[in-house]
């Protein structure tokens, strides 16, 4: 893989990790017409990482407190120093990201090795890109929501996870499903968009885990490689505040047009081919 080729995948993972058109499918079909028969997998690693670094500079300020709400008080401590009402918060919502990354995880280990084949399969990553279209359309009829997370159960939890581990098949947007889905049981926006992308952080972490340990060749160069993680963190971070400010005002829908567009036109080529 050359630096041209890097470059152009590190900016397709960057854009379509966080918006709600799914970088797996994007991948999937950036790779077949740059000529991959199947997928890099140190490179996928790596821009995955990027992605996640540009989450956690987006979320520093919810990760921080999180981290802090998680810790024992301490007398003196710096951990003392959020309000209870924060720190049960904070608690409330590490225990709800844990409850929601279980189905994935479940669904992962269960359904691993059917879904890493249709991953060499464009035609279904177009029909899957059309379905995400559907769903965000259909966040239009969602209410407004009005519950915050003291009202957020673990059943909520579980749904949302079951949302996210559907996500594993190309095509299926992980954060257009995850926020939708949050929508539709009347969470408030902004916490719909802060819980969707959070619950992002183990199942990224966990995709780059897995991916280490299939291994891969370092088919692409050290200087390309690094070129793609720096297009794909700035491209990563654009894109989630771009996501976050189009949650809040209530346009999640306003991403199915292209959905649609893109996964038709992947499988019209996909009947010619």
């Known amino acids: 893989m050359g630096t041209a080729e890097a470059l152009t995948l590190g900016i ?30 140190l490179f996928d690693i790596m821009v995955h990482l990027a992605t996640l670094g540009s989450l956690a500079v987006v979320f520093r300020a919810d990760l921080a407190w999180l981290w802090r709400s998680a810790r024992p008080a301490q007398r003196g401590g710096r951990a003392a120093d959020l309000p209870p009402t924060q720190r049960a918060e904070g608690r409330r919502f590490v225990w709800l990201l844990i409850i929601g990354t279980l189905p994935t995880g479940v669904i992962g280990l269960l359904f691993h090795r059917p879904v890493e084949r249709l991953f060499t399969q464009p035609a279904v990553v177009g029909a899957m890109l059309v379905v995400t279209g559907v769903v965000l359309w259909a966040t239009k009829r969602a209410p407004i929501g009005r519950r915050r997370i003291t009202a957020m159960g673990w059943v909520d939890a579980l749904i949302i996870g079951a949302a996210q581990g559907c996500a594993l098949i190309p095509g299926i947007s992980r954060t257009g499903t995850t926020i939708a ?11 719909a968009a802060r819980y969707g992308l959070l619950l992002g952080v183990p199942a990224i972490a966990g995709a780059v885990v897995v991916g280490a340990f299939k291994g891969g060749a370092a088919t692409t160069g050290l200087g390309a490689t690094l070129t793609a993680m720096g297009v794909a963190f700035v491209m990563g971070y654009v894109a989630l505040r771009i996501l976050l400010k189009t949650v809040v005002a209530g346009r999640l829908a306003a991403f199915a047009p292209y959905c649609w567009v893109v996964g038709l036109v992947i499988l019209a080529t996909a009947a010619v081919v």
Not at 17 to 36: N, R, T
Not at 181 to 191: K, S, Y
Request: glycine share 10%.
């Open 12 to 41: 397709v993972q960057g854009l379509t990790e966080f918006l709600p058109v799914s970088s797996s499918g994007h991948l999937v079909v950036a790779q077949a017409l740059l000529g991959f028969r199947e997928p890099v997998l």
């Open 181 to 191: 889905v949050a929508l539709f049981l009347g969470l408030e926006r902004d916490l």
